[in-house]
């Protein structure tokens, strides 16, 4: 389901043995399964049965396309895995805004998979995802304000996304991880310490998610800095906090929110968990919160083999946040 194939043609055979292209007018049984363009593409828009007619004067032809949903829909918490305290991620789409099907077309799978890579390659950890029959289990959330509404709650619209997310009946001790097809005034994300985290899609420029299971591009890192905060960073008492829980010190890190921009080309940037390890994660203190040993954090199998790429485009660094205590 939406993929296109095409364009769809026909070829004939004349009487004096010769064939060739011949102007075919395309017919749907069933639009709504498979759809004909103007284009003359065919386009699976849900999942089911329908036969492609062809027709050219008194000659038809027909193909029978069969369009299966790869990634059904769930609007509730499905049956988990493994037990335990777990990361359940949501694709959330205010009321007006259009339903662009990240949840069933893959993009979301492959986000948290590429920010799974990244955070195996940087820290030898990965994040504690809720799964359902192996494959990451992501809610569908329509929401019941509009996207002008949302973009007016500002830092305050992470609460009214918990809010709404009580009708997914989400099951056992998880936090929430939402992508929010939208943006919120000035932020770029927004972070309920213990409950959840977000990233609002709409904020940067291009509104990429998933691109492949390896590209990590500011969605990626946007959903892992928010996630760090709800795990606890960065705590007041790390030598380098400031601005409001991030690190002031080092531009490259991925909880940096200090004065100016990294004015660096994609290619160049390397962010880091912790540089020098002295704030917020695998400083080893009692004393100061290190959410490397959060509990939604597990040791990644094959840890520090992988490899990522990090694709982010000029201005979309530091990431613009907001975190609710």
């Known amino acids: 389901m939406g993929q296109r194939v095409g ?29 004909i363009g103007a284009d003359d593409f065919a386009e699976g828009v849900g999942a089911g049965m329908a036969v492609l007619t062809g027709t050219f004067e008194s000659f038809a032809v027909e193909l029978e396309f ?28 205010p009321s007006d805004r259009e339903d662009l099907d990240r949840d069933r077309f893959g993009e979301i799978e492959n986000s948290v998979t590429a920010l799974q890579s990244w955070l195996q390659d940087r820290t ?13 289990d992501v809610s569908f959330l329509r929401l019941s304000f509009t996207h002008q ?17 009580s009708r997914l009946a989400v099951r056992g001790d998880k936090v929430l991880g939402f992508y929010y097809e939208g943006r919120a005034i000035g932020v770029c994300g927004s972070a ?3 409950r959840g985290g977000a990233h609002y899609i709409d904020c940067v420029g291009s509104p990429r998610v998933g ?20 795990f606890g960073a960065v705590p007041q008492c790390a030598p380098n906090e400031g601005r409001g829980f991030h690190v002031i010190d080092e531009p490259t890190d991925l909880m940096y929110a200090g004065e100016g921009r990294v004015e660096l080309l994609p290619d160049e940037r390397e962010y880091q968990v912790d540089v020098g390890r002295n704030d917020y994660y695998g400083h080893g203190r009692s004393d100061c919160v ?14 520090g083999s992988g490899a990522v790429e990090v694709r982010l485009s000029a201005g979309d660094w530091p990431l613009r946040c907001e975190l609710e205590h």
């Open 124 to 136: 030898g950890q990965r994040l504690r995802v809720d799964t359902y029959q192996g494959q990451v």
């Open 149 to 165: 509404e949302g973009d007016g709650f500002g830092a305050f619209l992470m609460e009214h996304l918990m809010q709404e997310s």
């Open 7 to 35: 364009p769809l043609f026909a070829y004939g055979s004349y009487d004096d043995g010769t064939t060739g292209a011949v102007p075919v007018e395309w017919t749907s049984s069933d639009p709504a399964v498979v759809a």
């Open 290 to 303: 290190d959410i490397s040993r959060s509990r939604f954090l597990e040791p990644a199998p094959g840890a």
């Open 211 to 230: 691109v492949d299971e390896a590209t990590f591009g500011a969605a990626e890192a946007t959903m892992v800095h928010e996630l760090f905060h709800v």
């Open 66 to 93: 069969t369009v299966e949903d790869p990634n059904p829909r769930s609007t509730r918490d499905r049956p988990d895995d493994v037990s335990g305290l777990q990361v359940h991620f949501v694709y959330a789409v």
């Open 192 to 194: 309920w310490f213990q």
